[in-house]
């Protein structure tokens, strides 16, 4: 069984920095994907930022230039680093790995960010 594991979350001053850590523990036979979703209170869970099987990143437009996603193959880990954090970025992030063999999606409970002075 996959587990995803999140850390990193807290309370932070516009303008301020946050890093997120997701580790994934289990057998997993492959990664299609991997990544950070976020949801914000009364509003649609968001792709913030992932990596896709071919190597390629894909972030949403609104945090371009201020998150950078990395990743530790070997330990499964996928780091997401924020900067320049906005108000609008308050959220629960959520860690999500697609298994390449199955295609199911693993997520993990999530943690609250929030941006506010």
């Known amino acids: 069984q996959v587990q995803l594991v999140e850390s990193g979350g807290g309370l932070v001053q516009p303008g301020g920095s946050l890093r997120l850590s997701c580790a994934a523990s289990?057998?997993?036979?492959?990664?299609?994907?991997m990544g950070w979703y976020r949801q914000a209170p009364g509003k649609q869970r968001e792709l913030v930022a992932q990596f896709t099987s071919g190597g390629s990143t894909n972030y949403a437009d609104s945090v371009k230039g201020r998150f950078t996603i990395s990743r530790d193959n070997a330990k499964n880990t996928v780091v997401l680093q924020m900067n320049s954090l906005k108000p609008e970025d308050t959220a629960v992030y959520y860690c999500?790995?697609?298994?390449?063999?199955?295609?199911?999606?693993?997520w993990g409970q999530g943690t609250q960010v929030t941006v506010s002075s």
């Open positions: 999500r790995i697609v298994e390449l063999i199955t295609g199911v999606a693993y």
């Open positions: 289990g057998s997993i036979f492959g990664i299609a994907a």
